[in-house]
Structure formats: C-alpha cells, structure tokens
C-alpha cells in the first residue's frame, strides 16, 4: 500500500548507503525502486561507495564519480584496497556484523581495522560535503556508516540527518563488547533520528544510551546527552507488495512455478532461501529438518527440503566453515534417508534469479525463515505475498527475526531448538486449509499496509518533525570529540 503523505521539508532529499543501485534497472529490488522515487520526487542525490577497488589508491582517498539516473544523481567513491579491507571486510564484517548478530565468538577485536573505518567515513564526508545544498535532509544507512553524520558535523554541515539500521542492535552488554563503543555510540548523537527495525532494538538501544551514556528520556523516543537530543524509534522496513506480485505474474516465474509442481508432483516441499551467513540459522534448519524425519516416518518419500544458499564473503573463515558444515550436514541428511527416487534435501549454492524467487515461493507448501537473529527478514514477507490465497503455504518463522513483532500468525519458532522446530516443520506440512487461509490472510494484510513505501514515509515524516536546528552546538562538540 503505497504511502503518500507529503513530507513536510522543501529541500533534495540525499540518501547514502554502503552501496548505490539505480532504481531504473529492472534488476533493482524493492528498496531501491521506493528510495529512487524519493529521490526523484526532490531531484535528489544518492551517494556511496562505487564497488570498485583501486588497486593504486592512497588511502584515504578516492575518486568520485557522477552521473545521472533521470532526476536523481548517483554519486560514487572507489576505495583504495587498504580502505576496503579495512573498513569493509575488517570493521564493518569482521566486528560489527558479528556483534549486532550477537555472535562475539566471531568478531575480530585485535586487528586495528578501526582506523580504516574512521578514516572511511571521513573520506566520504569529505567527498559528500561539496555536493550538499544548504536545504538539503540526509538521510544515511546501515553500519558501514555509523559516524557519518558526525563527521559531516565536524565539517560544519547543519542540514537535517537521519540515520536507519538494516540490522539488529544487540542488548547492550554485547554492544559494550566492543573496543570504543562508547564513540561508535556516541556518534548517533550527531543525527536528529535514529530509526531501528523493530521495539526490541528500540529497547536495546534504550537502555545502552541510558547505562552507558547516562542519557535522560526527554519525550517519547527522544534522549539527551552529550549535550544533544537524539530521536530514536522502530520503523520496520517492508516490501514492494505490487512489485513483487508483478514479478510473480512474470514469465520467468511461472515456468518455474510449472516445472516445480510437475517434478514434485508427489512431494510436498519446504523452502529456505538465504545468503550463506551464519546469522541465518541454517544448520539449524538442516538439524531440524533431519529430526523430522527421524521422528516422523510419515515424512519419508514425501517431505522435500530446498535450500538455496547463495555465496556470501567466500574469502571469510567463518563463511568457508560454514559451507563445509552444511555440505557434511545435507550429504549425510540425504545419505541415510535418501531412496534411489527420493532425496530428502536439496542443497543449491548458487544465486537465484531474482525473477524467479516468486514461483519459487508459490510452490513450496512450508516457507522457512528461521535466522538465529536478523533485523527484519525481507523473505519471510515474499513469502506471504507469493502464496495463492486459496491454497496457501505456512511461514515458519525464528521469533529472532525483527519480522516475528509483525508477522504473528506465523508459526513462530525458536532456531536453537531442533526438536520443537521439527515438530512445528510437521504441523506446517499438515495444516489444515481453513486454519492455512486465515493465517494467510493476516499475514498478507499485515504485509500490505506495512510495506516499503510506508516504511519510507514513515520514517521522512518523522525526520521532518525533527528540530534540526536544535543543539547544533553540542553536536558540533559530539563531532569534535571523534
């Protein structure tokens, strides 16, 4: 359901991210397409890295580029290999990714990297500042570029920022875990909003700025301190509903819908589509699953598992791990449960064409989302809207991903638990239509009136509600301190 309200600020809207996509290309999901209509609303500019390495670079510098994208221009910064494997794969992947997925068994605090993501994000306030117009409103994302805006600060920029985190925010003793928490925290002070995915990160994020900061509430979802006042509040990011369904009536997705049904005619099947992160439970699922049949010889020669689980950061020990283990896991699954017509699992690691992910969806009676933490779960939405209403499949879904507030007719599930996930995956299979129908039906209505462009009206709106010129200052202060 698309959201309309009118943002009450008069400026360009500049978005930065990690990464830049143009909304134009058919290839560009949900989110791209939703920010690139802010964008051209305002004749905007979206600014980030470029993904390319320059071998030859200095440190701390990079090239920028322009061009156009119909209204909107897209900047981007190459960086320099010292900065990528400091900022991107150290910092960023090998400390804060582990940490706010509460997984400090991962993390790498001894290698220094900070100083390369410090020296990251000051390049790109630097690069960004020439192309700001005093109007404008910020409006930056994810982890990669937590102390952005202080940096932008420190450069003397006054326009409102905003800040929103794809991932979870952990409790706060896994936060202060990590080396100069205290800045990492203390540089969300330099934003005028700080919006989160769900109330459990809001609650996270709570209690750290007031047992680590000694911040004071001042109003519902502001805090003061450094001097500053901060806005921080939940806006769970949704789908493109109508993009999806327009994905889902395209020719790549009902072939594969077609050929599906007609080569699992006899089976019933169970769907995992993830990247291969350790975030996401996958093991899990494949423990789960095993213990299903184990327990239920009913499952024998019928239920199917499908696991897609597309490459991620192959170059990581971790990742490589994991790869092995889900490999031993899914050959052994299918080695002592397998007949010669049957195999219990199949295990692709490969990419999936986004095109075909709705038919996908659409054929699999039981959809697993099951991480062990995420901040929201953008899958586990697809699901819902690829399902035929009259024939729907059952979502599974870990209560430890941000979806679980929203998604509650889900069969909600604990990933650690292998026997009770098992046993939900068998209810899942078994679900009568009548009780399929309704959850489906909430489910999808939920879906619909949270969805992307919500999400993005939601959180502009409040950021124009935001008194920009407040505590400039201290904030000024917050960026000096860096």
């Known amino acids: 359901m698309k959201n309309d309200r009118q943002m009450q600020f008069s400026g360009r809207l500049v978005v930065v991210s990690n990464r830049v996509a143009d909304p134009r290309k058919p290839a560009a999901g949900g989110l791209a397409v939703a920010l690139g209509e802010a964008l051209a609303q305002s004749g905007g500019l979206w600014f980030g890295w470029s993904g390319a390495i320059d071998e030859a670079g200095a440190p701390g510098e990079g090239r ?67 192309l700001l117009r005093d ?48 800045w990492l925290m203390r540089s969300l002070f330099a934003y005028d909003l700080v919006g989160l995915q769900s109330e459990a990160d809001l609650s996270h994020f709570d209690r750290y700025v007031q047992a680590e900061a000694d911040a004071k509430p001042v109003a519902e979802h502001q805090y003061r301190a450094f001097g500053a006042t901060v806005r921080a509040q939940a806006f769970p990011i949704g789908i493109d509903v109508a993009e999806f369904e327009r ?36 093991p899990q699922r494949v423990r789960a699953f095993r213990s299903m049949l184990s327990r239920y010889p009913d499952t024998h020669s019928d239920a199917t598992l499908i696991m897609i689980a597309s490459p991620s950061r192959d170059s990581v020990h971790a990742y490589a791990d994991l790869r092995q283990e889900l490999e031993g896991l899914c050959g052994a699954t299918n080695g002592d449960y397998g007949e010669l017509d049957w195999m219990p699992v199949r295990y692709i690691h490969r990419t999936v064409a986004r095109k075909r992910v709705p038919g996908l969806c659409r054929v699999a009676r039981v959809g697993l989302v099951t991480p062990l933490r995420d901040g929201m779960n953008l899958v586990a939405k697809e699901y819902v809207v690829a399902q035929n209403p009259e024939d729907p499949g059952v979502l599974v879904l870990s209560r430890f991903a941000g979806a679980a507030e929203q998604l509650k007719d889900a069969l909600l599930v604990n990933p650690y638990d292998t026997e009770g996930m098992a046993d939900a995956m068998y209810r899942a299979l078994n679900m009568p239509l009548e009780e399929r129908q309704r959850r489906h039906r909430a489910l999808l209505a939920n879906v619909c009136e949270f969805d992307v462009h919500w999400w993005r009206g939601r959180f502009l709106q409040a950021l124009a509600e935001t008194n920009a010129d407040a505590d400039e200052a201290a904030r000024a202060l917050i960026a000096t301190s860096r």
């Open 135 to 182: 109007d404008d409103v910020i409006w930056i994302h994810d982890y990669h570029l937590i102390p952005l805006a202080a940096e932008l600060r420190a450069l003397g920029c006054r326009q409102r920022m905003g800040f929103f985190l794809h991932i979870p925010l952990p409790p706060p003793v896994i936060l202060a875990a990590i080396p100069q928490h205290q």
């Open 247 to 282: 994905l889902g009536k395209a020719p790549e997705a009902v072939e594969i819908y077609e050929n599906m049904r007609e080569e699992y005619a006899r089976r019933r099947l169970l769907l995992g589509i993830d990247r291969l992160d350790y975030s996401k439970g996958i």
């Open 64 to 130: 920028l580029q322009t061009r156009q994208a119909g209204r909107v221009t897209l900047a981007t910064v190459d960086l320099a290999r010292q900065d990528h494997d400091s900022y991107y794969l150290g910092y960023s992947n090998s400390v804060l990714w582990p940490v706010f997925h509460c997984r400090l068994d991962l993390a790498n605090f001894e290698t220094g990297d900070i100083a390369g993501y410090r020296r990251v994000n000051r390049m790109m306030a630097r690069k960004l500042l020439p």
